[in-house]
Each structure stands twice: as structure tokens, then as C-alpha cells.
T-cell receptor, first 115, second 110 residues
Framework: GENVEQHPSTLSVQEGDSAVIKCTYS??????FPWYKQELGKRPQLIIDIRSNVGEKKDQRIAVTLNKTAKHFSLHITETQPEDSAVYFCAASTGYGGSQGNLIFGKGTKLSVKP | DAEITQSPRHKITETGRQVTLACHQT?????MFWYRQDLGHGLRLIHY???????NKGEVSDGYSVSRSNTEDLPLTLESAASSQTSVYFC?????????FGPGTRLTVL
């Protein structure tokens, strides 16, 4: 089955710097890769997702890149702000573009942005 | 506004008791999921449903059951609660791809 590895487990950056979180997956059939942000005591919230037919996607300060050959995808946050501090989870799914099937999550990265 | 809700938000129970966690969504999504979240394990799938009367086991389904009698609800039942089931439980639903999570239920089994 699918296995998703996420690195680093913790990341501390200065406000205004960039942050990069990387994930690798094992199942070459995976076709949907979302990223979730979870603030302390809150629910995971989708911040960006990418499908296997796209190499890169941007949404303001957030971007995700996908390398299908190497089976890895990354989250890039530019101009970090204190409110970006949270735990970020990557995930991979093989089922119907993500709407079905088992969405396998990485173990999370705790991002701290220091003012 | 459409939403997904869970109840109760906090629950303390004793070993061996039956517990049911409720999940209700008003998006009219066919697909619904139950996850548990534990430190060091991330989010793991317990059960899921692709429509009314459809239920499927996820990767950590032992000791749990679900039923789907309508589109809006997917209750999760712990048949005989165990201390290992102390966790935060999230319900989710999806339609076109993105999964939306409920606010979670923190369950403690003593």
C-alpha cells in the first residue's frame, strides 16, 4: 500500500523567510496530493492540492511542486508570517482524484514562525 | 452555509462501554470518512462510505463500526471501548476531490 514520508518533523523560520516541507510517496498510481494546515486544537484545513497531471500550483504565498518521476512533492511558503505557525500535513491518494480511496497522510511538520 | 459537524466534542467513557460518535454534513456529499489522530501517527483512516448503505474498512478498523442510512450522517460506534481508542476523531466528507474535516471529537477511555 501507499506510504508517505514527510520531512522535516519540525521547522523554525524567521518571519519573512521561506519554508519548504517535503514529502515522498511510494505508490506510483497516486494521483492526488493535498496539503492540510492544522492549528492547535483545530481541524485540518485544506490549503492547496495538486493532481498528477500538473507539475506546480500556486496560491498567493503558497505553492506546491510535484515530481512524479522521483515520487516526491513539496510545499513552499514564501514571506512567512506568525499566523503560518501550525502543523502541516501532506497526503497522497490513488482513488478518483482524491474524492474516494484512502488518503494516506504524512506524520506532519510543526512550523514555527518567529517574529 | 453548508458544514460538517461532530458531536459530542468531548467524551469520557469507561473501558468496555459502547460509544457512538456522530457526524453530520449538509453538503450533500456522497463520500464520508472517519479518521483518528494520534501523536506520532498523523491521521489514520478507520472507516469510509461512498453512499447510502455502503461502508468500507480502513487501515485501523478493528473495534469500530459505521452505518450509513442517509446521505448526511455517518455515526462511528466503538463496540467495547478500550484505552487504546483514546484519541481525537475526525469525520470528513468529499465530493469533487477535496476532503473537508469536522471539528473533531476528543475521546478519553478510562
Amino acid at each position: 500500500g501507499e506510504n508517505v514520508e514527510q520531512h522535516p518533523s519540525t521547522l523554525s523560520v524567521q518571519e519573512g523567510d521561506s519554508a519548504v516541507i517535503k514529502c515522498t510517496y511510494s505508490d506510483s498510481a497516486s494521483n492526488y496530493f493535498p496539503w492540510y494546515k492544522q492549528e492547535l486544537g483545530k481541524r485540518p484545513q485544506l490549503i492547496i492540492d495538486i493532481r498528477s497531471n500538473v507539475g506546480e500550483k500556486k496560491d498567493q504565498r503558497i505553492a506546491v511542486t510535484l515530481n512524479k518521476t522521483a515520487k516526491h512533492f513539496s510545499l513552499h511558503i514564501t514571506e512567512t508570517q506568525p499566523e503560518d505557525s501550525a502543523v502541516y500535513f501532506c497526503a497522497a491518494s490513488t482513488g478518483y482524484g482524491g474524492s474516494q480511496g484512502n488518503l494516506i497522510f504524512g506524520k506532519g511538520t510543526k512550523l514555527s514562525v518567529k517574529p | 452555509d453548508a458544514e460538517i459537524t461532530q458531536s459530542p466534542r468531548h467524551k469520557i467513557t469507561e473501558t468496555g462501554r459502547q460509544v457512538t460518535l456522530a457526524c453530520h454534513q449538509t453538503w450533500n456529499h456522497n463520500n464520508m470518512f472517519w479518521y483518528r489522530q494520534d501523536l506520532g501517527h498523523g491521521l489514520r483512516l478507520i472507516h469510509y462510505s461512498y453512499g447510502v448503505q455502503d461502508t468500507n474498512k480502513g487501515e485501523v478498523s478493528d473495534g469500530y463500526s459505521v452505518s450509513r442510512s442517509n446521505t448526511e450522517d455517518l455515526p462511528l460506534t466503538l463496540e467495547s471501548a478500550a484505552s487504546s481508542q483514546t484519541s481525537v476523531y475526525f469525520c470528513a466528507s468529499s465530493d469533487a476531490g477535496a476532503r473537508f474535516f469536522g471539528p473533531g471529537t476528543r475521546l478519553t477511555v478510562l
